[in-house]
């Protein structure tokens, strides 16, 4: 599975921006796409994440600011983060866990949150 992410940049605290993956190669195999994140001398860190049953799971610091979707006929997942804070700035990376429990990592994207 290879996956190509988009969306990163500068925004300012309390703004939005939306990251976008998309997957190609064997899609079939999937079941879980997400995102995480890791900001400089922090641990990779789950930021959300959705099965193919549709299951969401988020971390508590951006639940109720970060909403994950996928479309699956586009092979894609998405995160629309609103209400950014400093605090998110960070590499974002896409994620996926195949049915066989492999994994695969995107490229990363940065976001920078910054008056």
């Known amino acids: 599975v290879q996956l190509q992410a988009c969306g990163g940049g500068l925004v300012q605290p309390g703004g939005s921006l939306r990251l976008s993956c998309v997957a190609s190669?064997?899609?079939?195999?999937?079941?879980?796409m997400g995102w995480y994140r890791q900001a400089p001398g922090k641990q990779r860190e789950l930021v959300a994440s959705i099965s193919s049953g549709g299951s969401i799971t988020y971390a508590d610091s951006v639940q109720g600011r970060f909403t994950i979707s996928r479309e699956n006929i586009k092979n894609t997942v998405n995160v629309q983060m609103n209400s950014l804070k400093p605090e998110d700035t960070a590499v974002y990376y896409c994620n996926v866990l195949t049915w066989a429990r492999h994994e695969f990592w995107g490229q990363g994207t940065q976001v920078t949150v910054s008056s």
């Open positions: 190669g064997s899609i079939f195999s999937i079941n879980v």
